[in-house]
Every structure is written in structure tokens, then in C-alpha cells.
């Protein structure tokens, strides 16, 4: 099959807007590049160790998400997503079922099709009861984490799903934020809370779970089932100094804005890059299955979560200048950050550095399967 760079891809969209250039290289994989060998592994740099899955089959996922999809179907089919879209780099995975807690693949070498094999065995619509469905012990299950943490080294990202409810133990009396702080404050893992929450307590309880550190967050339920970009960021990133084919002849799967580069500990977005942004905004208004994505990046100056911190505010504020223009839903806007990692140039000079401190943009499409 013939293939074109993402050169090509930037030539075509230049015909539409002159603002998207081959410049930066967070770009949107999809399955199909990675089963044609599109993108290599050699291309890609694994920004986790380690990732563990926390299942939910409590009654609420009996609940109707979509007309004729439960969200116990919609949670299982976005495992199968991420999976089509996540390469093999090494990680070490596990998948487990915290309602209760049980083993359904433990932690071990990441093997795709096992993994698979594994999400099949997981409850769904078929063998879901709402009548009786289980309780949510979301304390006990991140509790349960520990002795599995104890054993890994590296980073681990542990994905929950969870609509923030729980049922409170009273033997142990010990609730859902305090079985984080305690993990967090032994093993630093980053939470990512895939959240179906609908009340202000429940999206109160998992905001403060994310706060515990810099690198977990909240993503709401229904944009990772709409977009498996969100689930993508936290264990790989492209090598920003590679070149890498996007495009087959089939279609087009992305493109790639200008970096937003940004001053020294600054956050701000200059006044040069509005521009860029708003072209981005504008693109993005004019086509409604498209999405941006995101990635902020730090020099290597400071410690690792304070540049975590510092990326994740520089993602925030270039969204917030592309959200200023209007009529673009926020969960369009794919947003991750990795502090001082991926660097495109040396830390060694003022120039080098200024590359690195940047915010990369890529441009996708929800329909490219």
C-alpha cells in the first residue's frame, strides 16, 4: 500500500489553512497505523512502566449510557479501544475487577492478545444483574492496590472507573480519599479516574483524588468512549524529533499545528501564538469530528513535579485560547502533559531550552477507524 508522510498530510490541510505545518510530533495513532507498521516502536517513547486497570461492575453500571448500551457495555468497549491503539513497549499490566476485588489479568508483561482474552472474561451486559449488582467498595479496591504496587518499579498510571459513589466499610472506616493519600504517599502511582459521576459530592471526591498529585486527573466517561486519544497520552508519546507516516492512501488521520513555545516558568500563552490558536479554533469549528490534541513539555530545569506541573498549566492555558473563540465542546480538546521529557533540542543553550518549553498540537478526526 502506498503511504505518504505526514509532510503530505501538512500539504493537504495547508490548502484549507496555512497554520498547519509539520512542526512537532504528538500525532494521533490509530490502529491502523500500528498494524501496517506506520509507526514503529522505535518512534514511540513509553512514558509509564507500568498501568492497572480498575474494573466496575457495580449496580450502577446496569444503568442505560446510550439508547440500547448499558455502561457496563460502553465501559468494556472502551478497554477494547485503548487496547487497539496501544503498542507493545514493555509495560507490565494487570486488569482487575474492584467490585469486588478480583484478578482477571495480574500483573504481568503486557501481552495484547491475552490482555484481550482477559477483557472478554469481564462482566457485561449479558451477565450483569442490575437487580444484583455489586456494591461499590472503591476504598477497599485502591486499598488493594498496595501489595501490587509494592512489587513494581518505575511509573504505574492506575486507570479506575467510577461514577465517585461508594459504599462506605465500616470495619476499616476508611473512605475512598484516604485509601489514595496512603497509596499516593507510599507509591506515587497517577490516577486516572475515568468518571461517570453525576452528583457534586461524587465529582467532588474524585477532583480531590486528583489532586493528590500532578499527574493524575479526571476525564469524563463519555469523551474516552468517544475519543480513545484521552487514554493514549498517559503510557506513550511520539519521539518529537522523528518523522512519522500518518496517511495511507485509504485516508486522512490527522495533521499537526506550530508548537506554542513559552518563556521561561511561564505559563501564559504570548501573544504571537494567538493566532496559531485561534486557526486551530476556527479548524476545529469547521469541522465538527475533528479534535485537537494537546502535549505540554518543560526544559529540564526543576524538579520532576513542578515541571508536571508546569506542562499541565501551559496545555490548560493554550485550551483556554482556543475554547475563548466559541462553539467548541471542552472534551474536544485532548489535553496531556509530561514535563521534562521528549525533548526536541538540547537543554544546553537558551535556544535549545526555549524548543523544549512547548505545547505540540495535533489534529484528528473521531470516524478515522
Known amino acids: ?22 512542526i512537532g510530533a504528538f500525532e494521533i495513532i490509530t490502529e491502523t497505523d500500528l498494524k ?86 469481564l462482566p457485561n451486559a449479558k451477565t450483569f444483574n442490575k437487580k444484583t449488582g455489586q456494591s461499590t467498595p472503591l ?47 507510599k507509591y506515587n502511582p497517577c490516577f486516572y479516574l475515568i468518571s461517570s459521576a453525576t452528583t457534586p459530592d461524587a465529582n467532588k471526591l474524585l477532583d480531590d483524588i486528583a489532586a493528590l498529585n500532578e499527574c493524575s486527573r479526571v476525564v469524563p466517561f463519555d469523551a474516552l468512549y468517544k475519543n480513545p486519544v484521552w487514554g493514549a497520552g498517559p503510557l506513550y508519546v511520539v519521539n518529537s524529533i522523528t518523522e512519522i507516516d500518518t496517511l495511507t492512501s485509504k485516508k486522512i488521520v490527522g495533521a499537526k499545528a506550530s508548537d506554542i513555545l513559552f518563556a521561561f516558568d511561564q505559563e501564559n500563552v504570548r501573544q504571537d501564538d494567538y493566532e496559531n490558536l485561534n486557526k486551530v479554533a476556527k479548524f476545529l469549528q469547521d469541522n465538527p469530528k475533528a479534535f485537537a490534541v494537546l502535549a505540554g513539555f518543560t526544559d529540564n530545569y526543576g524538579d520532576q513535579e513542578y515541571n508536571l506541573k508546569l506542562s499541565k498549566k501551559r496545555v490548560a492555558s493554550a485550551k483556554k485560547v482556543i475554547l475563548e473563540q466559541g ?31 512547548r505545547v505540540e498540537i495535533a489534529i484528528g478526526f473521531t470516524d478515522y477507524h
Open 1 to 22: 500500500m502506498k503511504r505518504f508522510s505526514t509532510i503530505v498530510c501538512s500539504i493537504f490541510l495547508l490548502s484549507i489553512f496555512i497554520f498547519i505545518q509539520p
Open 36 to 121: 501496517e507498521n506506520i509507526v514503529l516502536k522505535s518512534q514511540l517513547i513509553r512514558t509509564a512502566d507500568n498501568f492497572i486497570i480498575l474494573y466496575d461492575a457495580s449496580g450502577s453500571m446496569g444503568d442505560q449510557y446510550k439508547p440500547g448500551v448499558m455502561k457496563i457495555d460502553a465501559e468494556n468497549q472502551i478497554l477494547k479501544q485503548q487496547l487497539a491503539i496501544l503498542p507493545e513497549l514493555g509495560y507490565r499490566a494487570g486488569l482487575y475487577l474492584f467490585t469486588p476485588f478480583k484478578k482477571y489479568y495480574d500483573m504481568q508483561v503486557f501481552d495484547k492478545d491475552g490482555f484481550m482474552q482477559a477483557i472478554n472474561r
Open 139 to 185: 476504598a477497599e479496591g485502591i486499598d488493594a492496590l498496595g501489595p501490587i504496587l509494592a512489587k513494581l518499579s518505575g511509573k504505574t498510571v492506575v486507570f479506575i472507573f467510577t461514577d465517585g459513589t461508594y459504599t462506605y466499610n465500616k470495619a476499616t472506616k476508611q473512605r475512598p480519599l484516604e485509601a489514595a493519600q496512603n497509596i499516593v504517599k
Open 327 to 357: 462553539n467548541i465542546a471542552s472534551d474536544r480538546i485532548v489535553t496531556h502533559w509530561y514535563g521534562a521529557t521528549n525533548f526536541v533540542a538540547s537543554n544546553k543553550t537558551e535556544e535549545g531550552r526555549q524548543k523544549n518549553r
